[in-house]
């Protein structure tokens, strides 16, 4: 798709440098310029000033009015992501190490007051956590910023943890469980009201590492920007079973690389586990919901319905990696598996509320014809798939005129379909398609036995994929790779039961619809 660089958006707050997204591409022709890249993939043809803007380099100097508006038009399309005081790149631009030293030079993160930020920590039966945590946010804590847990209705009330010199924490109690969003909503209440204009919800199962929070804040400078969220990591990383797995790909880890977060995108959602908000730019939830910005009636996916409401209403979330907070992960197979089957209980209450953002699966005739084409493994497939991308790149071709650019499109557009069809085959669709194999078994025919080949195969290359691809860039993966592709089949059966449960009670199958688009 091809799109003027303008945007009516209010122009990027400099002087932060934009950097381009390492998988956005800059195709030059003589002196026309294009940016290839986004999610989901766009090209953007910049005009003579805009382009000249951007330097061999990839990035965006913001400093003038052309600079910010091109910055601002690229950062909301995916394609650039703001390089923020004390934030390190992380891969997520080309550039070389004496590049990156140039454009932080002289753009040290100077250390802000706080007093108008305050930690909101919803906990049930973790005091011990509640300690851990506020001795973590130490630093944090003595430079004004304040603390509110709120104990959701924990067996032995919570007392105020022992805190370094600064505002005295405050301990709210619910008699009864309420769960999360109920939990975070009245520990935003009491934090607006004491006078915070920035909430950072965290978990008790987290530690903040350092330098994490004025990464955060800095997004939060932008005045469209309603939340941001840190990288999630392990707090004891492992490289074997379950806890190497949940090193390399814990559902809370977004990645290594920067985001707009918004559905079905690279980054879809951020976990409220960690998460900084400006509470007057986020939406209130829909009649009935509660007062804050959790919706209450939701006790799984409030932090995925909260995102995707603040998308629809013109906010951005962002997901930067550069700020880092570790959690206590699962160690342990029966614990991470019933956790992945919670998650999965979300989706028929998301279909419920955001419709066709939660389908698992969308594709168009073309996508849906090359990828059954590959994975057929045939001559015959193999000539259908290659008809089906060739009839798109010249459809393409004819939108963007430009050949080398409407390759690139359909190139990553066949990546993404070729691995979405066993995805979906084996994660939402697995009982749908462990049906299938079981009708086709006794019939011992060639093409029963292919198509158990075939899955057996779309099994194992499918968790090779998620395996290699959860690495940081330049690095090997974290894990070892049999134990990473088992475990990724049975996370994806423990959330297919989930989602299918979620179906089952609200007697409706809408969030396990795909789309089909034209």
């Given at each position: 798709m091809?799109?003027?660089?303008?945007?009516?958006?209010?122009?990027?707050?400099?002087?932060?440098?934009?950097?381009?997204?390492?998988?956005?591409?800059?195709?030059?022709?003589?002196?026309?310029?294009?940016?290839?890249?986004?999610?989901?993939?766009?090209?953007?043809?910049?005009?003579?000033?805009?382009?000249?803007?951007?330097?061999?380099?990839?990035?965006?100097?913001?400093?003038?009015?052309?600079?910010?508006?091109?910055?601002?038009?690229?950062?909301?399309?995916?394609?650039?992501?703001?390089?923020?005081?004390g934030s390190a790149v992380n891969g997520a631009v080309q550039c070389g190490a004496a590049e990156r030293g140039a454009a932080q030079s002289g753009r040290t993160a100077t250390a802000r007051a706080l007093?108008?930020?305050?930690?909101?920590?919803?906990?049930?039966?973790?005091?011990?956590?509640?300690?851990?945590?506020?001795?973590?946010?130490?630093?944090?804590?003595?430079?004004?910023?304040?603390?509110?847990?709120?104990?959701?209705?924990?067996?032995?009330?919570?007392?105020?943890?022992?805190?370094?010199?600064?505002?005295?924490?405050?301990?709210?109690?619910?008699d009864c469980s309420r769960g999360p969003a109920a939990a975070r909503n009245a520990g935003t209440a009491a934090a607006v009201e004491a006078g915070a204009r920035v909430v950072v919800y965290l978990d008790a199962d987290v530690l903040p590492r350092p330098g994490w929070l004025d990464i955060l804040l800095a997004h939060l400078d932008d005045p469209l920007v309603a939340a941001v969220a840190p990288r999630i990591i392990a707090a004891e990383p492992g490289r074997f079973w379950v806890r190497g797995y949940e090193t390399a790909r814990s559902a809370l880890d977004m990645g290594t690389d920067p985001a707009r977060v918004r559905p079905r995108t690279r980054v879809p959602y951020v976990p409220s586990a960690a998460l900084a908000v400006r509470p007057d730019r986020l939406p209130p939830p829909p009649g009935g919901g509660g007062q804050g910005p959790f919706d209450e009636r939701l006790h799984v996916a409030e932090d995925v319905d909260l995102c995707w409401r603040t998308s629809a209403a013109g906010g951005r979330v962002r997901y930067e990696p550069a700020a880092r907070v570790a959690h206590r992960h699962r160690t342990t197979l029966a614990p991470l598996l019933a956790r992945r089957a919670y998650y999965g209980r979300g989706a028929a209450l998301l279909e419920d509320r955001h419709g066709p953002a939660v389908a698992p699966a969308v594709a168009s005739s073309w996508s849906l014809t090359l990828a059954l084409g590959v994975w057929s493994a045939t001559p015959a497939g193999l000539v259908l798939a290659a008809g089906a991308a060739g009839r798109a790149w010249w459809r393409t071709r004819g939108l963007t005129g430009d050949g080398r650019a409407a390759a690139r499109l359909i190139a990553r557009g066949s990546a993404a379909s070729v691995r979405q069809l066993p995805e979906a085959l084996l994660r939402p669709y697995w009982p749908v398609t462990a049906a299938v194999l079981l009708a086709a078994a006794p019939s011992g025919s060639r093409v029963a036995k292919g198509l158990r080949r075939r899955l057996l195969a779309a099994a194992v290359v499918d968790g090779l994929w998620h395996w290699w691809s959860a690495r940081e860039p330049g690095s090997l993966p974290v894990d070892e790779p049999l134990g990473h592709v088992v475990l990724r089949r049975l996370d994806d059966i423990a959330y297919g039961v989930g989602v299918w449960r979620s179906a089952w009670d609200a007697r409706s199958l809408g969030a396990l619809r795909p789309e089909f688009r034209r």
């Open positions: 091809t799109r003027p660089a303008g945007s009516a958006s209010p122009a990027y707050p400099g002087p932060a440098p934009v950097w381009l997204d390492r998988r956005t591409s800059v195709l030059r022709r003589g002196q026309a310029v294009r940016i290839l890249g986004g999610d989901p993939v766009t090209l953007v043809t910049p005009s003579p000033t805009a382009a000249a803007l951007l330097d061999r380099r990839r990035v965006i100097d913001t400093g003038t009015p052309a600079g910010a508006a091109l910055a601002r038009a690229l950062t909301d399309r995916g394609m650039a992501h703001p390089l923020v005081d007093d108008d930020v305050t930690v909101v920590v919803p906990v049930r039966d973790d005091a011990a956590g509640v300690a851990a945590l506020a001795e973590a946010l130490g630093p944090e804590l003595a430079r004004g910023m304040r603390l509110v847990v709120v104990d959701d209705g924990s067996a032995v009330p919570l007392t105020a943890p022992a805190c370094p010199p600064g505002p005295a924490p405050v301990v709210l109690r619910h």
